[in-house]
């Protein structure tokens, strides 16, 4: 697809690819530039309090937990009282 170069640098994104891409007003697009060619890329930021979340320790957590579902080594309780028995505490 052809696009003008607009003044301020602005460039219109066909409407077919914005409804393909599901793109939105206020939506991030990452721009780079590699071997003389620019790439846009939709993407999503993550507020800063939440990275935690993201970081490559949380994640393979995350998925050993998936798996233990999975697997269906999980328990349930119907009251904490019910909890702490189960873990072999005294209700705290």
Request: glycine share 6%; charged share 35%; proline share 4%.
């Amino acid at each position: 697809m052809l696009v003008e170069l607009k003044q301020k640098s602005q460039v219109t994104i066909p409407s077919e690819l914005v409804k393909k891409l599901k793109l939105k007003p206020g939506d991030k697009l990452e721009v780079e530039e590699k071997d003389g060619c620019l790439i846009i890329t939709p993407v999503e930021v993550i507020p800063r309090a939440q990275m935690w979340f993201y970081s490559k320790e949380w994640q393979a957590d995350e998925q050993k937990v998936e798996q233990q579902i999975r697997e269906g080594r999980v328990k349930t309780a119907k009251s904490k009282e019910e909890l702490f028995k189960g873990l072999g505490l005294d209700e705290i």
